[in-house]
């Protein structure tokens, strides 16, 4: 099933709550990534990590926060300081080589605050 | 940074016909241009992608093709079939020093084949 799970499948939130998204990957990949998905926007990218302790802001990373301490798993957590969350949440892994390859999707999440 | 057009936001076929989706780029150092296809409520899997160093790529009913000089790329569905129906998303990406690649999306077009 692609080797890259998320959870929870649907998450209720809150306003003024903060929430963590789970992304887990077993396919040794060095980079991971998260994107936001709204209707008819397409996906925008959050934040991504090349290695383990690193990562970078992507286009819409206010409101947003990230850890990468292990190869594994890059959860994000979505703060109170993100104003409109609900949406749909993508976590991909890639490689990581020089050459762009295909970045391989999770299930997703889908957020709604109440 | 990057930004991606594509068009149309809709579209409706007929079963048997053809489908064409457009997408154009922005910045030139775009290397690497993959199509997604996205079920009702799934993931985005990737169909084809195609480099910045070959002019078209095909397999079997999909083929893509890159015009660099015009910073546009489209994918093209022959003989469709209702399992076509979907979203599909292009996507331009330039390689992140270190690893890895920043995938900027298009905002999708909504295929319908219609029986």
């Known amino acids: 099933d692609g080797g890259i799970t998320q959870s929870p499948k649907y998450l209720f939130r809150k306003e003024g709550q903060n929430v963590t998204l789970s992304c887990e990957q077993n396919?040794?990949?060095?980079?991971m990534y998260w994107y936001r998905q709204d209707p008819g926007q397409g996906l925008r990218l959050i934040y991504y990590?090349?290695?383990?302790?690193?990562?970078q802001k992507g286009d819409i990373a206010e409101g947003y926060s990230v850890s990468r301490e292990k190869k594994e798993s890059f959860p994000l957590t979505v703060t109170s300081a993100q104003k409109n969350p609900t949406a749909f949440y993508l976590c991909?892994?890639?490689?990581?080589?020089?050459?762009?390859?295909?970045?391989?999707f999770g299930p997703g999440t889908r957020l709604t605050v109440l | 940074g990057e930004n991606v057009e594509q068009h149309p936001s809709t579209l409706s076929v007929q079963e048997g016909d053809s489908a064409v989706i457009k997408c154009t780029y922005s910045?030139?150092?775009?290397?690497?241009f993959p199509w997604y296809k996205q079920e009702l409520g799934k993931r985005p899997q990737l169909i084809i992608d195609?480099?910045?160093?070959?002019g078209e790529k095909k397999d079997q009913r999909i083929a893509v093709t890159l015009n660099k000089t015009a910073k546009h790329f489209s994918l093209h569905i022959t003989e469709t079939q209702p399992e076509d129906s979907a979203v599909y998303f292009c996507?331009?990406?330039?390689?992140?020093?270190?690893?890895?690649?920043?995938?900027?999306f298009g905002t999708g077009t909504q295929l319908k084949v219609e029986l």
């Open positions: 991909a892994s890639t490689p990581g080589r020089k050459t762009p390859n295909e970045q391989f």
């Open positions: 396919l040794n990949h060095d980079a």
């Open positions: 990590s090349q290695i383990v302790n690193d990562f």
């Open positions: 910045d030139s150092a775009s290397n690497y």
């Open positions: 195609i480099r910045s160093n070959v």
């Open positions: 996507a331009a990406s330039n390689r992140v020093t270190g690893g890895g690649n920043k995938l900027t």
